[in-house]
Nanobody, 124 residues
Framework: VQLQASGGGLVQPGGSLRLSCSVS????????AGWFRQAPGKEREFVGA????????AYIDSVKGRFTIFRDNAKKTVYLQMNSLKPEDTAVYYC??????????????????WGQGTLVTVSS
């Protein structure tokens, strides 16, 4: 399974971006897809994840109400819609794939496959 994240860029505070994570190989529809981010000098942080069925995504508190994860299994793509962006959202965003239980979605080492990351910069 290979993942490729895209859609990052420079956006002003309050703006929006949609990240995409396209998947090739394997049976994407059977994996949970997660989004993580890593700011300079910080550890990789869980942002959110969505199960293979697309139901009941999980998010960290700091992005709830602003970020939305959804997926299109037919297109083998998972998306991260980011609204009301803040400077503290600046980071490299990574997508990952796993089959672990929901309680482990937030743990980076639970993910079997990773995309290469896409940089999101929120700045005026």
């Amino acid at each position: 399974v290979q993942l490729q994240a895209s859609g990052g860029g420079l956006v002003q505070p309050g703006g929006s971006l949609r990240l995409s994570c396209s998947v090739s190989g394997g049976t994407f529809s059977t994996y949970t897809a997660g989004w993580f981010r890593q700011a300079p000098g910080k550890e990789r942080e869980f942002v959110g994840a969505i199960s293979w069925s697309g139901g009941s995504p999980a998010y960290i508190d700091s992005v709830k109400g602003r970020f939305t994860i959804f997926r299109d299994n037919a297109k083998k793509t998972v998306y991260l819609q980011m609204n009301s962006l803040k400077p503290e959202d600046t980071a490299v965003y990574y997508c990952g794939a796993t089959r672990v239980v929901r309680s482990s979605w937030s743990v980076p080492s639970s993910y079997y496959y990773w995309g290469q990351g896409t940089l999101v910069t929120v700045s005026s």
